[in-house]
């Protein structure tokens, strides 16, 4: 299964982007997004579970970022809105088929999309 993202950008704080993922070759249960900031880990920003029709957020987004999926198109969306600087990052997209309470670890997620940078300008 390949995953290829698509959105991001520059935008000025407060204002808004939208990335989307779309998987070919097969689907996972769970869909989400993690991002990384340069010389930091790659953290978990939110998921979509396409078992329990359920999502998932970081406390640092939750409010803010709302993640979708398209199940017809095998397309999950993050929807970013009050972009913060903090915010700046690559955003990777991410498939996997692992319990909830794995859905927050990278390890756990079998594919990665190619990446997709975010600047949100002060």
């Known amino acids: 299964v390949q995953l290829q993202a698509s959105g991001g950008g520059l935008v000025q704080a407060g204002g808004s982007l939208r990335l989307a993922c779309t998987a070919s070759?097969?689907?996972?249960?769970?869909m989400g997004w993690f991002r990384q900031a340069p010389g930091k880990e790659r953290d978990f920003v939110a998921v979509?579970?396409?078992?329990?029709?359920?999502?998932h957020y970081a406390e640092s987004v939750k409010g803010r970022f709302t993640i979708s999926r398209d199940n017809a198109k095998n397309t999950v969306y993050l929807q970013m809105d009050n972009l913060k600087p903090e915010d700046t990052a690559v955003y990777y997209c991410?498939?996997?088929?692992?319990?909830?309470?794995?859905?927050?670890?990278?390890?756990?997620?079998?594919?990665w999309g190619q990446g997709t940078q975010v600047t949100v300008s002060s």
């Open positions: 070759g097969g689907t996972f249960i769970n």
């Open positions: 991410a498939g996997g088929n692992g319990i909830l309470s794995a859905i927050t670890v990278p390890s756990m997620y079998r594919a």
């Open positions: 979509h579970r396409r078992s329990a029709s359920s999502t």
